[in-house]
C-alpha cells in the first residue's frame, strides 16, 4: 500500500456508496479508513515474526480470517473482504475493474460515542453494564472450540515462549518507556510465578479452560448499543497463539484495561460476574499472573507504534506515554502483591497535583481513591460534575460543610482498613488537626500511613486551573483566588506526622511515580 493510494483512498470518490468524508486512523499494523457509515481496514505489509502481512496473499488470507473470527462476537458488524483496486489514474478505490493491489475487511461502521472506553471517560458505564460484558464473555468462553492442539497453548512451555518473545521484542525500549530494573524485576518475577505454580497451569489444561478465546479484549474493541446489546471487535486473527490459551487469560486483558483508566472496581465487578457465570472459581489464582501478561504486551504494541514513523508524530509521543504507563502497571501489579494494609493521604492546595499523584499511585498499587471533591459534593446532592462558584470558605466549602466532608473520609477509609484493605484519602487536609486523625486511625488497623504533599511551581499551577476549567469530567472547583487562600493557610506536614513523601508535581508521570513508590520502600532500587 503506497502512499499515493493511501492518500487516493481519502477521497470520498474511492468507495462505491455515498460519503461526505473519509477518516483515516493508523495502528502499527493497519490502515483504517472510515467513512460516513462503513469501515475499511487494510493490513501493512509488514512483519513483525509474530505477525507476518509481507505479501498479498497473506493479507487476503488474514482478512478472510478477520471475518470468520469476528462473526462469532459480532455477527452483523463484519460484511465481508474487499478488494483494493488500482484505477486509471494511478490512485486506488474500493470498486472497479483495475489491477487487484490489496484487500480490505469491510465493517457497519460503529457510532465513536458508544464504545466502551468513550463512555467510561463520560461516566456512561455503571455496574449493570459491565455485568452484561461480563456475561457476554463467559457465554463466548464456554462455547468457545476446544481441542488437543489449543490445549497445548496452556503448557509452560507455550507460556514461557510467548513471555521470552515479548521480552525480547521489548528490551529496545528500555530506557524510553520501561526502566531497566523494572524490565529485570518483571522478568524474574516471572519466571519465579512460572516455577513456583507449575500444578496450577497444569490443572488449568486439565479443567478444560484452554480455548479458542478473543486475544485482543480491551475497551477500545467493545461497543454498548443504545438498547443494551454488546457488540466485541477486532479479535486476534494474525496468529493462533494468540488467542489459543486459558480463558483467564482472554478476560485479564479487559480487567486490566480497566485498571489502567482508573477503575479498579469495575475491574473487580467484571470478575466477580464472570466467575459466577463461568463458574471458574479458581480464576483468582492466575488473573493477576495474565495482568502483569497483557498490561506488558499492551506496552509493547504501544511502544511499537512509538516506533513507527509512518504515524504522526504527536500520535508516536502519546504511544510512548501510554506504552509508560502500561509497563508501570505491569509492574505496578507485582509490587502491590507484598504490599502491606496501607493508608495514603494527600495534602496541599487545590492545583497543587495531588490528585494526579494519587492517580498515579492509585493505577499501579490498585488502591481505591477516595476524593473530598466527590464526597463534598455528594454530601450536598450534587453531581461531581457541578460546577460551583462559591469562594473560600463559603457554601458547600464552609467550614461545617468541610467538616461534614472530612468524617466522611475518614468513615470510609476505615470501611476499608476494616476490610483488610487500602485506600488513598485525596484530599487538601491544610492543617496538621486535618491530618491527624487519618494517621491515628491506620494506627488502630495496623496499617503503614504515607502523607503525600503535592507542591509545583505556581506558574504551572495557574496554568493547570486555567485548563480544568475546560474539563466536565473533573470535579474540582479549585481557581487561582481559591489556591491564594489555601496557600497562606496552609500548614505543611512534618515527618514526626508518617511517612512524608515530598513531591513535586512539575515532574513527570512516571519519575512521580518511582518518586512515591521509592519513598514508600516497595519499590526495588539500582
Same mark, same amino acid.
Given at each position: 500500500?503506497?502512499?499515493? @493510494?493511501?492518500?487516493?483512498?481519502?477521497?470520498?470518490?474511492?468507495?462505491?456508496?455515498?460519503?461526505?468524508?473519509?477518516?483515516?486512523?493508523?495502528?502499527?499494523?493497519?490502515?483504517?479508513?472510515?467513512?460516513?457509515?462503513?469501515?475499511?481496514?487494510?493490513?501493512?505489509?509488514?512483519?513483525?515474526?509474530?505477525? =507476518?502481512? !509481507?505479501?498479498? *496473499?497473506?493479507?487476503?488470507?488474514?482478512?478472510?480470517?478477520?471475518?470468520?473470527? =469476528?462473526?462469532?462476537?459480532?455477527?452483523?458488524?463484519?460484511?465481508?473482504?474487499?478488494?483494493?483496486?488500482?484505477? +486509471?489514474?494511478?490512485?486506488?478505490?474500493?470498486?472497479?475493474?483495475?489491477? /487487484?493491489?490489496?484487500?480490505?475487511?469491510? #465493517?457497519?461502521?460503529?457510532?465513536?460515542?458508544? #464504545?466502551?472506553?468513550?463512555?467510561?471517560? /463520560?461516566?456512561?458505564?455503571?455496574?449493570?453494564?459491565?455485568?452484561?460484558?461480563?456475561?457476554?464473555?463467559?457465554?463466548?468462553?464456554?462455547?468457545?472450540?476446544? !481441542?488437543?492442539?489449543?490445549?497445548?497453548?496452556?503448557?509452560?512451555?507455550?507460556?514461557?515462549?510467548? $513471555?521470552?518473545?515479548?521480552?525480547? &521484542?521489548?528490551? !529496545?525500549?528500555?530506557?524510553?518507556?520501561?526502566?531497566?530494573?523494572? @524490565?529485570?524485576?518483571?522478568? &524474574? $518475577?516471572?519466571?519465579?510465578?512460572?516455577?513456583?505454580?507449575?500444578?496450577?497451569?497444569?490443572?488449568?489444561?486439565?479443567?478444560?479452560?484452554?480455548?479458542?478465546?478473543?486475544?485482543?479484549?480491551?475497551?477500545? =474493541?467493545?461497543?454498548?448499543?443504545?438498547?443494551?446489546?454488546?457488540?466485541?471487535?477486532?479479535?486476534?486473527?494474525?496468529?493462533?497463539?494468540?488467542?489459543? %490459551?486459558?480463558?483467564?487469560?482472554?478476560?485479564?486483558?479487559?480487567?486490566? *484495561?480497566?485498571?489502567?483508566?482508573?477503575?479498579?472496581?469495575?475491574?473487580?465487578?467484571?470478575?466477580?460476574?464472570?466467575?459466577?457465570?463461568?463458574?471458574? $472459581?479458581?480464576?483468582?489464582?492466575?488473573?493477576? @499472573?495474565?495482568?502483569?501478561?497483557?498490561?506488558?504486551?499492551?506496552?509493547?504494541?504501544?511502544?511499537?507504534?512509538?516506533?513507527?514513523? &509512518?504515524?504522526?508524530?504527536?500520535?508516536?509521543?502519546? +504511544?510512548?506515554?501510554?506504552?509508560?504507563?502500561?509497563?508501570?502497571?505491569?509492574?505496578?501489579?507485582?509490587?502491590?502483591?507484598?504490599?502491606?494494609?496501607?493508608?495514603?493521604?494527600?495534602?496541599?492546595?487545590?492545583?497543587?497535583?495531588?490528585?494526579? +499523584?494519587?492517580?498515579?499511585?492509585?493505577?499501579?498499587?490498585?488502591?481505591?481513591?477516595?476524593?473530598?471533591? /466527590?464526597?463534598?459534593?455528594?454530601?450536598?446532592?450534587?453531581?461531581?460534575?457541578?460546577?460551583?462558584?462559591?469562594?473560600?470558605?463559603?457554601?458547600?466549602?464552609?467550614?461545617?460543610?468541610?467538616?461534614?466532608?472530612?468524617?466522611?473520609?475518614?468513615?470510609?477509609?476505615?470501611?476499608?482498613?476494616?476490610? %483488610?484493605?487500602?485506600?488513598?484519602?485525596?484530599?487538601?487536609?491544610?492543617?496538621?488537626?486535618?491530618?491527624?486523625?487519618?494517621?491515628?486511625?491506620?494506627?488502630?488497623?495496623?496499617?503503614? @500511613?504515607?502523607?503525600?504533599?503535592?507542591?509545583?511551581?505556581?506558574?504551572?499551577?495557574? &496554568?493547570?486551573?486555567?485548563?480544568?476549567?475546560?474539563?466536565?469530567?473533573?470535579?474540582? *472547583?479549585?481557581? $487561582?483566588?481559591?489556591?491564594?487562600?489555601?496557600?497562606?493557610?496552609?500548614?505543611?506536614?512534618?515527618?514526626?506526622?508518617? =511517612?512524608?513523601?515530598?513531591?513535586?508535581?512539575?515532574?513527570?508521570?512516571?519519575?512521580? +511515580?518511582?518518586?512515591?513508590?521509592?519513598? #514508600?520502600?516497595?519499590?526495588?532500587?539500582?
Amino acid at each position: 500500500m503506497e502512499q499515493r @493510494f493511501v492518500r487516493s483512498l481519502l477521497k470520498p470518490s474511492a468507495y462505491a456508496e455515498s460519503t461526505r468524508a473519509v477518516e483515516l486512523i493508523q495502528t502499527h499494523v493497519s490502515y483504517i479508513f472510515l467513512t460516513d457509515d462503513h469501515a475499511y481496514k487494510v493490513k501493512k505489509p509488514v512483519d513483525f515474526g509474530f505477525l =507476518n502481512f !509481507s505479501t498479498l *496473499d497473506r493479507r487476503r488470507f488474514y482478512c478472510d480470517e478477520e471475518v470468520r473470527l =469476528n462473526r462469532r462476537l459480532c455477527p452483523s458488524i463484519y460484511l465481508g473482504v474487499v478488494e483494493v483496486r488500482e484505477t +486509471a489514474a494511478g490512485g486506488a478505490a474500493f470498486f472497479g475493474k483495475g489491477p /487487484v493491489i490489496d484487500y480490505a475487511v469491510k #465493517m457497519k461502521r460503529l457510532p465513536a460515542t458508544r #464504545m466502551l472506553d468513550r463512555l467510561l471517560a /463520560v461516566g456512561g458505564v455503571g455496574r449493570d453494564e459491565v455485568r452484561t460484558i461480563a456475561r457476554t464473555i463467559a457465554d463466548f468462553h464456554l462455547r468457545a472450540e476446544r !481441542s488437543g492442539e489449543i490445549a497445548a497453548y496452556g503448557s509452560l512451555d507455550a507460556i514461557r515462549s510467548n $513471555w521470552d518473545e515479548n521480552f525480547g &521484542q521489548s528490551r !529496545s525500549f528500555c530506557g524510553a518507556t520501561i526502566r531497566g530494573r523494572d @524490565f529485570l524485576l518483571i522478568e &524474574q $518475577w516471572v519466571e519465579r510465578f512460572l516455577k513456583e505454580h507449575a500444578a496450577l497451569f497444569a490443572d488449568r489444561v486439565a479443567e478444560g479452560f484452554i480455548r479458542d478465546g478473543d486475544g485482543d479484549l480491551h475497551l477500545e =474493541n467493545i461497543s454498548l448499543g443504545e438498547d443494551g446489546s454488546v457488540c466485541i471487535f477486532d479479535c486476534i486473527e494474525f496468529n493462533n497463539r494468540f488467542r489459543y %490459551g486459558d480463558t483467564a487469560a482472554d478476560i485479564a486483558f479487559l480487567l486490566m *484495561d480497566f485498571d489502567f483508566h482508573g477503575r479498579p472496581d469495575l475491574s473487580e465487578i467484571c470478575l466477580d460476574e464472570y466467575v459466577r457465570a463461568t463458574g471458574d $472459581w479458581e480464576i483468582r489464582h492466575v488473573v493477576d @499472573f495474565y495482568k502483569v501478561y497483557r498490561a506488558f504486551v499492551r506496552g509493547k504494541v504501544e511502544g511499537m507504534r512509538m516506533a513507527d514513523l &509512518q504515524i504522526p508524530e504527536p500520535e508516536r509521543n502519546a +504511544a510512548r506515554e501510554r506504552a509508560a504507563r502500561y509497563f508501570r502497571l505491569a509492574r505496578g501489579y507485582i509490587v502491590r502483591r507484598t504490599l502491606p494494609k496501607t493508608l495514603i493521604i494527600t495534602c496541599g492546595p487545590t492545583g497543587s497535583g495531588k490528585s494526579f +499523584a494519587a492517580r498515579e499511585i492509585s493505577r499501579e498499587l490498585g488502591l481505591e481513591i477516595i476524593s473530598s471533591d /466527590v464526597i463534598r459534593k455528594e454530601l450536598a446532592g450534587l453531581s461531581p460534575r457541578d460546577r460551583r462558584t462559591e469562594g473560600f470558605g463559603e457554601g458547600i466549602y464552609g467550614a461545617a460543610a468541610t467538616a461534614r466532608t472530612y468524617a466522611e473520609l475518614l468513615n470510609r477509609a476505615e470501611e476499608r482498613l476494616a476490610a %483488610g484493605r487500602g485506600a488513598i484519602v485525596d484530599a487538601t487536609l491544610r492543617h496538621a488537626a486535618d491530618r491527624a486523625p487519618f494517621r491515628e486511625l491506620a494506627a488502630r488497623h495496623d496499617a503503614g @500511613f504515607h502523607i503525600i504533599h503535592a507542591t509545583c511551581p505556581e506558574v504551572l499551577l495557574r &496554568q493547570r486551573l486555567e485548563a480544568r476549567r475546560g474539563e466536565p469530567a473533573e470535579p474540582s *472547583d479549585g481557581r $487561582w483566588e481559591i489556591y491564594l487562600h489555601q496557600r497562606d493557610d496552609f500548614e505543611p506536614p512534618t515527618i514526626g506526622e508518617g =511517612n512524608l513523601l515530598a513531591i513535586d508535581t512539575s515532574r513527570t508521570a512516571a519519575e512521580i +511515580a518511582d518518586a512515591l513508590l521509592e519513598g #514508600m520502600g516497595i519499590l526495588p532500587c539500582g
